[in-house]
């Protein structure tokens, strides 16, 4: 077998999210993960560190943040900053909307797949906070910005999922958005 | 031995965090925590399910801040709500700020029990979210708020936490409440 395997890391998520759905989480091994994508278990472990973090690609995500958010004007102000980046993963997302919602379903059943996600998150805010201290935010601010943007992203995330109307993410950001400053000024 | 012990929860808290300080966290059993405190196992288990939980009064502070809710004036605004019950934990937290300092630091040098931790904060945002609810606010609105809140409390903690001149928690609150209303304004 080729040690280069066309997406394996997307068929290794599918098989993983089939595999998750139909046994459930606990039932699974990563033996039966990567069986099920025709890939080894050794290429497996190449993509992903256990059978809890194939669900994620929070590292990727915040990562990728990070990199928008050099790119924002200075003069956007740094929650709008979060924002704009957030919302240039909508494309990714509208298109695996089947997909996502079975991923929350398998997350929201499993406490082992949610303590992960959290602390996905939690990251993710960690590395927007470092970012919007390099833009020239406090420490303070960049902490509260940081944790504001991931709590938008939670709730227009949660609402996309919901929206019988299939509205792409961005537009439930922009809407998370702008309640978070409604709240806030109220 | 009685069956009641006076202040067992505050012994098994103090002996939990002296072992975990000593020997480190991984390397203490809950038989190690029960000795020391000079009471039982069978007392520990009373008290809490593991020994990641006895550093944690997350549930009990989470419903003691609804309680406080719901005597808060429909006339607040729902995060100025959310800032008067957060603050009114300020003294039990005063009261403790060196336990505070040692436990903070075990709980940032162990994975398991920065996942606790994380746990308890979104299980307070969702209680206070459905509280808020309860208040009038909309779903949406009531998440936001509520993450918004658990976000100016963990900034505030650990501005508190390193406050050099030892001001009361409830200050660092109304300052991290300041501030996140600015940054949502800018």
Do not use: C
């Not at 990567?34 to 190449?46: D, H, N, S, V």
């Not at 919602?101 to 406490?111: E, G, L, S, T």
């Not at 709590?151 to 950001?173: E, M, Y």
């Amino acid at each position: 077998m080729s040690r280069w395997e066309p997406d394996a890391q997307g068929r290794l998520e599918r098989a993983a999210l089939e595999l998750y759905l139909e046994r459930g989480y606990d039932q699974t091994t990563v033996a039966e993960i990567a069986q099920r994508a025709g890939l080894t278990e050794r290429t497996f472990f190449r993509h992903f560190a256990d059978k809890r973090e194939v669900l994620f690609r929070g590292d990727e995500m915040a990562r990728a943040i990070v990199a928008l958010l050099e790119d924002v004007p200075p003069s956007v102000a740094p929650l709008d900053a979060v924002g704009v980046a957030l919302e240039s993963w909508s494309e990714f997302f509208d298109d695996r909307r089947p997909y996502s919602k079975n991923r929350q379903a398998v997350i929201d059943a499993n406490p082992a797949l949610q303590e992960r996600e959290l602390i996905k998150l939690d990251s993710m805010a960690t590395m927007i906070a470092a970012a919007l201290r390099d833009r020239g935010a406090t420490e303070s601010a960049a902490a509260l910005t940081a944790q504001a943007g991931v709590a938008v992203l939670k709730v227009a995330f949660q609402r996309w999922l919901d929206d019988p109307s299939n509205q792409v993410l961005a537009v439930h950001i922009r809407a998370a958005l702008a309640e978070l400053k409604a709240v806030t000024q109220a």
